[in-house]
């Protein structure tokens, strides 16, 4: 670095530029930007959710430029959001059905009116009436994509018991992966409690015993694990390179592996597991909320849009008639037989405070313990 | 400039010091390049079959050229303002008479401590309440409060050891306060302003968070590569990475064939 | 470059002529030195103390105040708040309760100690194995090729901390290239996790910081007048004798300044431990980012602790000043 040369001239240049970019800098930063302008849609999702070809055909066909910004998780987005207060910057956002309380405690959304959407009747009709998706007798947001709790094994080492109990087994030492939130409400119902919270309103000490509980068994167990792990990304990679046999996964990220031809199974467990679903929601205050409802109503319009959600994303689609469009490959990799189907329950937005506030304790217990 | 004899005997050993360095810091990332060119959807040994449709792919997708540029005008923005107020931070804290200067030192060197969410997030809901909207400038706002500290510590690393008697010297010759800075103590300064301006641009091009919260609908390369990480490591990132350091690569040595070609005409 | 005289005990290579070739660049500084705006600027500045300072000072205290505190006392309002976000209506209401659940849980302080411990390690571990990198690299290699040894050091940063902390994990997963090649060789039957533990963990982030270290050396390394190492030769001084009395103790700012960066940098960083280590390493900023992102949203007991670690790391870094930088760095403190 000393060798190389600069003259004093052009330090000077270098400095005056600066020196005048620093007194622009308040006109710069006070530019408002074009966030609220009509005919631009602002939506917050991750990448993958939105397939670009319909993307481009709804900006041709309705004359919307959309605009997207990618998340990576829910928490970003409540940040975000809550950050933001009152004057949003997005219209459209992503948010996972048990999440919704959350959001809708901190006032980010509005409410989803039905009527003004056309396509809503191309859902399957068991998410159109979801007891997770309303509150307070209002719909809060269109169901895209469904995923669930599964148990994922590497086929080449680890045989299938069709229980939860190979989390735990001594064979898998240092060899499963979790994610603890998850997981914990996952053993609470393997141990025969409630891990979604829902029966447990205004009793406190019974939620918390059963949670304590759950606890106390996955730090007895904790020789059993490898990594704790949050992203998607990192139990596909963990896998891959045989670093873990055995995990609790979210069936995206897993399915997305299988697609892909890896030896790896996808299963629900005789104890059952927790599913969940994507919903895309209109902000409270969205400055386009009116071009939110057309996009929509767009999305849930055409069931090849659900099915190439499916495929980028490895999740289950939540409208009629994707099924049909999905190659062999990609249909088994993104379902379950039927028996296995009624094991799932969906997750709540009952009690979510209690249930909150237990499952962060306890995770941040057991990762220190 | 004869290259200096110290340390004779250990010399080999400090040369092979060096070259162990370069491949811990290589070794990683040739792999990453291997991977590049692997026919799957995700990284994996044995790489098996190759292809280089990931680079076809990336060389023609827009979101990542368009947000490689964005991420260098980003850079380039924070190092001028970075570097500039880091080393005005320095030359203020580095003046005998002034008593304040324990504190500001401080305080000068508080972002580079506060974890990334954190500081994102309270400087949104600072510039919030400033009524300044979220874009490209609070992001480059964001990253050059983040930079400046490194900055500072640089320039006061070498400043310190800086005789006082130049700075004399060029005023007792008739300088102004303004060229003797100009003409003695930013050349005397010079090296330690350019690993502070590296540091600059890279703490930048690599801030994802800070941007996050900070920014608006347009993608930097950072929030790419997280967002396409939700899908999978795939190949493809793999490849953006190694266009990314190629550019890199023949940037700076074209940058260092020009100086040496500058100094021996 | 123009050379100076042997006898200049700091050579400052750039800044030492300055004086003596002024006039070659005087036309462009006289002009401005000329001009009626200039001088009359500079004018009132030299006769009123006042100005002077309120310009040489104000502005960089202007932008500390607005940049580096307003964001944080809006941490700390945020820390003494009850609940946040504030619902409609309701007026905030503040408490200590939140530095209270810090203080009286080890489970949340013991994360502290541990990120505090294994900063102070990895700041030990580069320093130690970082410096013979930048001695190489400032006195032993020729001037004319020292910027592309650096440049050799210097690129593989710029493939971003995902990247970086992602080819780690190629290098040394169970089947990452260390093992296959270990296993193609006959070394080994079975991988050895080398992943998710405090070796990966410590691998990652050093790949991740060791270039704050790398330049400051290199910075004050490359300063160290080389007459003065051939005159301790000269004179009968060995290697070690030479390290000692000589090199150490005129590279100390590069060192202090270093290991500051490092530090300071260690513990706040978050994704690479996220992604490289085990089941009981969790460092401080996982702590603290959960609650933030956890799903029952806390930031403000988050903030608390986030204060708490800003105080903490500061005060040590301080403290390290003191104690190594001596009475030198001991002007800044």
């Known amino acids: 670095m000393g060798d190389i040369k600069t003259t004093r001239r052009s330090a000077i240049k270098l400095l005056g530029a600066s020196a005048a970019g620093f007194l622009a800098a308040p ?104 007891d997770w998706l309303t509150t307070d007798g209002k719909t809060w947001g269109l169901p895209i994509l469904a995923g669930f709790e599964c148990l994922a094994r590497n086929t080449d080492y680890v045989e299938d018991t069709g229980s939860w109990d190979v989390m735990f087994a001594d064979a898998n030492k240092s060899a499963t992966s979790y994610i603890v939130s998850d997981f914990l409400s996952i053993t609470m119902r393997y141990l025969g409690d409630d891990g979604d919270y829902v029966t447990y309103v205004d009793k406190p000490d019974v939620a918390q015993a059963a949670t304590n509980k759950a606890r106390d068994f996955l730090i007895q167990h904790k020789d059993k694990v490898r990594k704790y792990y949050d992203a998607g990304s990192e139990i596909q990679q963990m896998f891959i390179n045989e670093d873990v046999y055995v995990a609790q996964g979210w069936s995206g990220p897993i399915s997305k592996l299988i697609m892909d031809g890896h030896p790896i199974a996808i299963s629900v467990p005789k104890e059952g597991t927790y599913g969940f679903v994507y919903t895309l929601n209109v902000v409270n205050n969205a400055p386009n909320a009116d071009n939110a409802y057309k996009f929509i109503e767009a999305v849930a319009a055409s069931p090849e849009v659900g099915a190439a959600m499916t495929r980028q994303s490895g999740f289950t689609s939540t409208f009629a008639g994707v099924e049909a469009i999905l190659d062999e490959k990609e249909r088994a990799a993104s379902t379950l037989p039927a028996d296995q189907v009624e094991r799932i329950t969906f997750f709540s937005s009952v009690n979510r405070d209690m249930k909150n506030e237990m499952v962060d304790r306890a995770t941040a217990e057991i990762k220190a313990a | 400039m004869a290259a200096a004899r110290p340390l004779d005997g250990p010399k080999a050993a400090l040369s092979a010091a060096y070259w162990v360095f370069v491949l811990y810091l290589l070794g990683p990332l040739l792999l990453m390049t291997a991977m590049s060119f692997k026919a799957a959807e995700f990284i994996a040994f044995p790489i098996g079959e190759t292809t280089l449709d990931w680079y076809a792919k990336v060389v023609h997708d827009g979101q990542f050229l368009s947000a490689v540029g964005y991420s260098i005008l980003i850079a380039a923005a924070t190092t001028l303002f970075a570097t500039v107020i880091g080393t005005w931070i320095a030359l203020v804290v580095s003046a005998e008479s002034l008593w304040l200067r324990s504190l500001v030192f401080a ?30 400038g609070a992001i480059i706002f964001g990253h050059t409060l983040h930079a400046v500290p490194f900055v500072m ?61 900070l920014g608006g609908y347009r993608t930097t390369l950072p929030m790419l590569i997280f967002a396409r990480l939700q899908g999978g490591m795939s190949p493809e990132i793999n490849a953006m990475a190694t266009l990314v350091l190629l550019t890199t690569a023949v940037v700076g040595l074209y940058a260092e064939q020009l100086t040496r070609k500058a100094r021996t005409r | ?93 503040y408490t200590f309760a939140n530095y209270w659940a810090f203080l009286s849980e080890p489970l949340y302080s013991l994360p502290l100690m541990r990120s505090v411990v294994f900063a102070f390690c990895v700041t030990l571990v580069t320093l130690i194995v970082v410096y013979p990198v930048a001695y190489y690299v400032a006195k032993i290699v020729r001037p004319q090729n020292r910027t592309r040894a650096l440049l050799l050091l210097l690129i593989p940063f710029w493939a971003g901390e995902v990247i970086r902390t992602f080819s780690v994990i190629m290098l040394l997963a169970n089947r990452g290239a260390l093992n296959v090649l270990l296993r193609e060789i006959g070394l080994i039957d079975r991988p050895i996790p080398m992943l998710y533990n405090y070796f990966s963990l410590s691998f ?80 401080f900023p996982e702590t603290i980012a959960a609650f933030f992102h956890g799903a029952s949203d806390k930031w403000p007991v988050g903030a608390a602790m986030a204060v708490v670690m800003l105080a903490a790391s500061l005060g040590l870094a301080a403290l390290f000043m003191r104690l190594v930088g001596g009475k030198r760095s001991a002007r800044f403190l």
Not at chain 2, 125 to 135: C, N
Not at chain 3, 207 to 231: G, Q, R, T
């Open chain 1, 27 to 130: 006109a710069i930063l006070r530019s408002r930007s074009a966030f609220a302008q009509s005919n631009v849609l602002n939506i917050t999702t991750y990448d993958k959710f939105i397939p670009a070809d319909f993307l481009e055909k709804f900006q041709a066909d309705t004359g919307i430029t959309v605009n997207i910004r990618l998340t990576d998780d829910q928490g970003k987005q409540y940040n975000l959001l809550t950050a933001e207060g009152a004057n949003p910057s997005t219209d459209i956002v992503t948010v996972v059905g048990h999440r919704f309380s959350q959001f809708i405690g901190s006032n980010l959304l509005a409410p989803l009116d039905t009527a003004r959407i056309a396509s809503w009747n191309s859902l399957i009709p068991a998410y159109q009436q979801a």
């Open chain 2, 107 to 136: 305080l000068a060197c508080l972002p580079a401590v506060v974890p990334g969410m954190i500081q994102a997030i309270s400087v949104r809901i600072f510039i919030a309440t400033l009524d300044v909207p979220t874009g490209t």
């Open chain 3, 1 to 93: 470059m123009t050379s100076l005289p042997a006898d200049t005990t700091h050579r400052a290579e750039t800044g030492a002529k300055a004086p003596a070739s002024a006039p070659r660049y005087a036309p462009g500084y006289g002009r401005l030195m000329r001009s009626p705006f200039y001088r009359a600027t500079l004018g009132l500045l030299a006769e009123n103390r006042a100005a002077r300072l309120a310009v040489f000072i104000g502005v960089p205290l202007l932008w500390i105040a607005i940049a580096h505190v307003g964001p944080i006392v809006q941490l700390v309002r945020i820390s003494l708040l009850q609940t946040y976000p504030i619902t409609d209506g309701s007026s905030p209401s």
């Open chain 3, 204 to 283: 990652g982030v050093i790949y991740l910081v060791c270039l704050y270290m790398l330049l400051p050396l290199y910075s004050a390394l490359e300063k160290i007048p080389n007459h003065l190492l051939d005159a301790a030769a000269d004179l009968g001084a060995g290697p070690f004798t030479r390290l000692r009395r000589i090199i150490l103790p005129l590279s100390k700012d590069g060192i202090v300044s270093g290991c500051s960066l490092v530090f300071l940098t260690t513990i706040g960083v978050f994704a690479t431990p996220i992604l490289l280590g085990g089941p009981s390493t969790g460092l």
């Open chain 2, 153 to 213: 510590i640089m320039a006061l690393t070498r400043l310190r050891t800086m005789p006082g008697s130049l700075v004399d010297a060029a005023r007792d010759l008739g300088a102004d306060p303004v060229v003797a800075f100009l003409r003695v103590t930013l050349p005397y300064l010079k090296p330690a302003l350019y690993g502070g301006m590296i540091f600059c641009a890279l703490l930048s091009i690599d801030d994802f968070v800070r941007t996050f919260f």
